[in-house]
């Protein structure tokens, strides 16, 4: 079985400071790991992705996220937040398929002037 | 490339009346998903086909639920009399081949979504 939790649904950060969104998750097996982003009104986009490779992973729009096996965490970050990074994150850990996928609930984040 | 198309993007239904969820996938792609999220849930797998296919259906509810990949048009999820439960955001999303393996995440396009408001 495999469970993703994001601890916070909401995060808002000013233009400019860092960003910071949590997700912890579990897994029987060795997870390969995602971040989405969905703008209003858009798909979800893949950001970054993990698969036991590096285990700091840098993706679109300047976030990384790392990886820690020991606290099994993988939280999203960026040095400083834009007002385009405004959008819902979503967390998501595979171990197969496409039905194996499984989502955190989301985190919106705000960026304030 | 106008990426996985959804429509209708919201929808109200009353109580008892059908929903049907269109999804166009990104040109080339040939294998589709539907995902539902439910309000403060993350999204939960419901079903993937093929054209003409469906190959796993796992997370379709058992009754009242459909899904179809004809041969030629969009892939349509059908709700058949719809319940308040029933409202959430379903998710499509195609991939050009089946996704497999703990990667397989990143050959997913995602569509915006149907948002399905029940009365």
């Known amino acids: 079985a495999q469970s993703v939790t994001q601890l916070d649904s909401h995060v808002s950060v000013s233009e400019g400071t860092p960003v910071l969104l949590r997700c912890n998750y579990s897994?029987?097996?060795?997870?390969?790991l995602f971040w989405y982003v969905q703008h209003p009104n858009k798909g979800l986009q893949l950001l970054l992705k993990?698969?036991?490779?590096?285990?700091l992973v840098k993706g679109i729009n300047g976030f990384e996220a790392e990886f820690k096996k020991s606290e099994t965490s993988f939280h999203l970050t960026k040095p400083s937040a834009h007002m385009s990074d405004a959008a819902e994150y979503f967390c998501?850990?595979?171990?197969?398929?496409?039905?194996?996928?499984?989502f955190g609930t989301g985190t919106r984040l705000q960026v304030t002037l | 490339n106008a990426g996985v198309m959804q429509n209708p993007r919201h929808l109200v239904r009353r109580r008892g009346q059908e929903a049907r969820l269109r999804c166009s996938p990104m040109?080339?792609?040939?294998?589709v998903y539907w995902y539902r999220q439910l309000p403060e849930e993350g999204l939960k797998f419901m079903v993937y086909?093929?054209?003409?296919?469906?190959?796993?259906e796992s997370g379709m509810p058992k009754e009242r639920f459909s899904a179809e990949f004809p041969k030629e048009g969009p892939s349509i999820l059908r709700i058949q009399q719809v319940v308040r439960g029933d409202s959430a955001a379903y998710f499509c999303?195609?991939?050009?081949?089946?996704?497999?393996?703990?990667?397989?995440?990143?050959?997913?396009?995602f569509g915006a979504g149907s948002r399905l408001t029940v009365l």
């Open positions: 993990y698969t036991s490779a590096a285990t």
């Open positions: 086909l093929q054209k003409e296919n469906i190959i796993d």
């Open positions: 897994s029987s097996y060795s997870p390969s």
């Open positions: 999303a195609s991939s050009p081949r089946e996704v497999a393996g703990t990667s397989g995440a990143n050959v997913l396009t």
């Open positions: 040109k080339g792609h040939s294998h």
């Open positions: 998501v850990v595979s171990t197969g398929t496409a039905s194996k996928l499984t």
